[in-house]
């Protein structure tokens, strides 16, 4: 799901780490208006109100005070929010839980819609001049009144426009000819790909590690940081990411295969494709009893990097779509929230 914000927004989403450029961001919600939202902040008594709408239907959703304590939690808040809007629109919970989990991603990237920018001013205009009622983290009474307001004779009020989106099945279009142009080893005007593969295969290095296993670690580090060059051409080429978003990834990336599955084992990060042990363990001990993730957020955006990291492998034949899918698996087995709160019950901690 793709929330487009203006640059005055963008610190209210800080804990986001998916960001889309300009360019993808605009061919996201052209594909997929129904799971793309257009969002700003106003103030009113000194508090921040984000308020959203959806670029198909025009549903609204408000969330009030959003501190610096609830910016942490902007994901949360910004999906409550929207099961809130959906519902008021009459839709069944059933129906919510698919469109929620549809594509589960939540990443932010610049507004690219003038007339969808242009209905989100008025109706921040409107907000601002009749006052939001702050006794509610979601004013839901004033959500249900702009959900039902019929803004033109061309635009049906939206909770119609919803229905209407839900009475069929949802359609969604993931990023995908990208990645098949990635596969390809030329594109149709002969030029190579865009991520060069000038690493050696993890299949062929681990043929060495039972016969010398000094060397094998040696040449797993530097192998494991073109791999990492790549990785990060394919997030900032191929997903379209922020700069930014591309080195927290790589960050991420590497704090596994290197700083924990090469010191600690050594191995290849598809070593256990079997059951991806090492995967579980990682995110719901290592990081955690070593104070690498010390926050909510930051725990959530190990899983999400490590996800990244795999698909990128199987994308490049590192690893098959089988393996994929018990990779991912094992990353929201480890990235259970309960092993992030347990921990963080327990003082304990080993060096």
């Known amino acids: 799901m793709l929330i487009q914000i ?18 993808n961001s605009q061919a996201y919600a052209t594909e997929n208006p129904l799971f793309t939202w257009t969002g700003k902040y106003f103030t009113q008594n000194r508090k921040k109100i ?10 609204v959703v408000i969330i009030n005070d959003v501190n610096a304590t609830k910016k942490k939690k ?3 808040l910004v999906r409550v929010g929207i099961s809130a809007s959906l519902e008021l629109c009459a839709i069944s919970q059933e129906q919510i839980h698919d469109y929620l989990n549809t594509d589960p991603t939540l990443a932010i990237g610049p507004t690219t819609d003038r007339r969808i920018i242009g209905i989100l001013n008025e109706t921040v205009l409107a907000l601002s001049t009749y006052g939001v009622d702050l006794s509610q983290e979601y004013p839901l009474r004033m959500m249900l009144m702009l959900n039902n307001t019929i803004l033109t004779l061309s635009q049906p009020a939206a909770t119609d426009e919803t229905s209407k989106a839900f009475d069929q099945p949802l359609q969604f279009t993931p990023i995908t000819d990208i990645e098949k142009k990635l596969k390809n ?16 295969s993890y299949h062929e290095i681990e043929q060495i590690k039972n016969e010398d296993e000094d060397a094998f670690q040696d040449q797993l580090i530097s192998n494991n940081e073109i791999i990492l060059d790549a990785f990060s051409t394919y997030l900032e080429k191929v997903r379209g990411l922020s700069p930014k978003s591309v080195r927290k990834h790589q960050s991420r990336a590497r704090t596994y295969i290197q700083d924990y599955l090469n010191y ?11 059951d991806f042990d090492t995967i579980v363990h990682f995110l719901s001990a ?11 957020a930051d725990f959530n955006s190990y899983k999400t990097a490590l996800k990244h990291f795999y698909t990128f492998l199987n994308v490049v034949g590192e690893i098959s779509d089988k393996d994929l899918k018990m990779a991912k698996e094992a990353i929201a087995l480890g ?8 921990a963080n019950m327990s003082g304990d901690f080993w060096f």
């Open 6 to 23: 203006t640059k005055k927004t963008e610190p209210l989403f800080n804990a986001i780490d998916e960001q889309m450029t300009k360019e």
């Open 74 to 76: 902007i994901e949360e």
């Open 264 to 274: 600690y084992y050594p191995t290849t990060p598809i070593d256990d494709t079997d």
């Open 185 to 200: 080893s030329d594109s149709e005007n002969g030029n190579q790909s865009i991520v060069q593969k000038n690493w050696q």
């Open 286 to 296: 290592f990081i955690l009893d070593k104070h690498i993730a010390t926050s909510k």
């Open 50 to 59: 984000l308020c959203l709408i959806n670029n198909q239907t025009l549903a």
């Open 335 to 342: 990235g259970d929230d309960s092993f992030y709160e347990l």
